[in-house]
């Protein structure tokens, strides 16, 4: 198998046709380049060097391993850009709860996965390729739209039909593919790239709660001065009793978020936000 795959060259093909489309039209132009100002605005160039930093320590430690080849290179750039920033950022959003991390190990570590990697793994020529990306993304984001209104409630099941119906064809295909090509494959070398989005996953966890947790912090700080002083000794007062509370507890930020943030106000006394943090504290030892 080449570096990459007809699929993974389709994709490379189908993003350089649409970025030639995107700079030759200036109205798409202008809003492509106002989105990657945004996407490396100061926060988030901190953001995607800590993701970097991170995964390529990891990468560092697993190169010195007597199993390491570089064609795993390409995976864990393809797994980083496809999940692992997605992992993060949904992290750090607003919708991220104590149960975030969870439900990502429990939506990726599925039977599904096998069948993902079977699909990914034998793909079709390279003409078939180019067919499929473009019509599969269209029904897509037709679904989507049609899923969104009441009107296109019919149209809505009948695409589902369609995926579904695509879905078990390019299954049955692959596999059609698979049994005349498996014997081609490396079986250490192809062991390794089905594990390497699980173990990079599972060696994230800790990243992705330290950015949760900053993220759930950095927002409940925020929305405490707008009923605080604006002296900044009482600021970082009340800000070291919440963390001396809730430690490294997402769950315990987002209650004091969510329960106790309210009950402040801007002339509250030390002795009254301490009062607050102590009913805090005794409510967190009672659901022990």
Not at 22 to 29: K, L, N, P
Not at 203 to 232: A, N
């Amino acid at each position: 198998m080449g570096i990459l795959s007809t699929r993974e060259w389709a994709t490379v093909i189908w993003a350089f046709i649409f970025f030639v489309y995107a700079m030759v039209h200036r109205q798409i132009r202008e809003a492509f380049w106002k989105v990657v100002k945004i996407f490396f605005g100061k926060k988030l160039r901190i953001l995607w060097g800590t993701i970097l930093l991170y995964v390529l320590g990891i990468t560092l430690i697993f190169y010195h391993l007597p199993f390491w080849d570089n064609v795993y290179i390409k995976d864990i750039i393809v797994w980083l850009l496809f999940s692992g920033l997605i992992y993060c950022m949904n992290a750090v959003s607003q919708e991220a709860d104590e149960e975030y991390i969870r439900k990502v190990l429990k939506d990726n570590l599925k039977l599904t996965a096998i069948l993902e990697f079977i699909i990914s793994t034998f793909t079709f020529n390279i003409w078939v390729e180019l067919a499929i990306i473009p019509i599969t993304t269209m029904i897509v984001m037709m679904n989507v739209i049609a899923e969104r209104k009441e009107e296109y409630e019919k149209v809505h099941k009948l695409l589902d039909i369609v995926l579904a119906v695509a879905g078990f064809w390019i299954l049955y295909e692959t596999i059609k593919i698979g049994i005349h090509e498996y014997k081609e494959l490396d079986a250490l070398n192809t062991f390794i790239s089905f594990m390497i989005p699980i173990v990079y996953l599972i060696l994230m966890i800790p990243l992705e709660y330290i950015l949760e947790l900053y993220s759930k912090y950095e927002l409940l700080f925020v929305r405490m001065s707008f009923k605080e002083e604006k002296d900044k000794k009482i600021q970082r007062r009340h800000r070291w009793l919440v963390i001396k509370v809730c430690k490294l507890s997402v769950h315990k930020v987002l209650l004091f978020q969510k329960k106790y943030w309210c009950k402040m106000y801007s002339r509250m006394s030390m002795e009254g936000f301490e009062k607050l943090i102590e009913e805090f504290r005794n409510e967190c030892n009672n659901e022990r």
